[in-house]
């Protein structure tokens, strides 16, 4: 159970701490304290923030609301973000051609493609190719930029202390790993953990559109800058990004944008803000 001064801490930097409704019992994973799930130093974190007021700010939001789906227009009501329509490609962007593979409509064929694949010079560095992993059937896919060495060695998305991470965080809103889905702009490591170009995330789009479409998610969270840029083909900067609500351009999917866990390892002071991303994202999977 969270303390009270561990539960002051959290208040005194706008975080709530989430219990599920009615709630009395620990039966409900949803509803197990944040302290039970996040690590002693991630809470240390908030409570150097709440101390020092070391705060992350946002920067200004954008004033062009749009439309959202009518199950995610409430709950974004409710959390106070703003709706905004997708980004517009940047200017300096050219188009390119992309050979799409040519099957690509069942998960097994998109597997068996993404091995399969050579389409650029990623393929011919990486120790596997790193598809993606988990439900098929999940509400939730999480969408990160590439793999990592650590991903890369055991052909799996975010492990290692992200990974971790990551697998905390989902746990603070009650879902566990296993039941989300989880891959990559692109499913082959970049060389010294570089950015994907342009041109090789766009040569990987087709993969992770039919993994969109095979799954057909209730919610998208982008992680990261190289995901968030790539998946609303836009260049702001991520904490801007991060304070509205999306779609994936050309559907009525929902998408929330927040920062990378290497980031926030880096960045500890930006986990508060995370933290709000999580909520939001409990109530859109409501
Ligand atoms: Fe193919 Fe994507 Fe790997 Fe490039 S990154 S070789 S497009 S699977």
């Known amino acids: 159970m969270l303390t009270a001064r561990q539960q002051h801490c959290l208040r005194g930097i706008g975080i709530d701490v989430w219990a599920e409704r009615g709630a009395t019992s620990g039966n ?5 304290p944040v302290a039970d799930i996040l690590s002693a130093a991630d809470l240390e974190d908030i409570r150097r923030i709440a101390n020092t007021g070391d705060r992350p700010g946002f920067p200004e939001q954008s004033e062009q609301p749009v439309n959202l789906p009518q199950s995610s227009e409430s709950d974004l009501e409710k959390s106070g ?12 962007v050219p188009a390119v051609e992309v050979p799409v593979p040519a099957k690509l409509d069942s998960w097994d064929s998109i597997i068996e493609s993404i091995h399969g694949c ?4 990623l ?4 120790t596997q190719k790193v598809p993606g992993v988990g439900n098929r059937q999940a509400d939730l896919l999480i969408v990160g930029e590439g793999p990592g ?5 055991r052909g799996e998305p975010f492990v290692g202390r992200s990974g971790q991470l990551l697998d905390r965080m989902l746990a603070a809103i009650g879902i566990a ?3 989300v889905y989880i891959t990559n702009i692109v499913k082959c490591r970049p060389p010294s953990n570089r950015d994907p170009k342009q041109l090789e995330a766009q040569q990987c789009r087709a993969f992770l559109e039919a993994q969109i479409e095979q799954l057909a998610p209730k919610v998208i969270l982008s992680v990261g800058r190289v995901s968030a840029h790539n998946l609303l083909a836009t260049n702001l900067p991520v904490g801007k990004l991060i304070q509205q609500m999306h779609k994936l351009p050309g559907t009525e999917i929902p998408l929330k944008v927040t920062y990378h866990p290497a980031y926030l390892l880096r960045n500890p002071s930006a986990k508060a803000i995370a933290w709000e991303d999580l909520k939001l994202l409990h109530q859109l999977l409501q």
């Open 123 to 126: 393929a011919q560095n990486c």
């Open 28 to 32: 409900n994973p949803a509803a197990e």
């Open 118 to 121: 050579t389409a650029c010079e």
């Open 81 to 92: 973000l703003s709706p905004v329509p997708p980004a517009q490609p940047p200017a300096a």
């Open 177 to 179: 790993r296993e039941q």
């Open 149 to 153: 060495h650590d991903e890369d060695i």
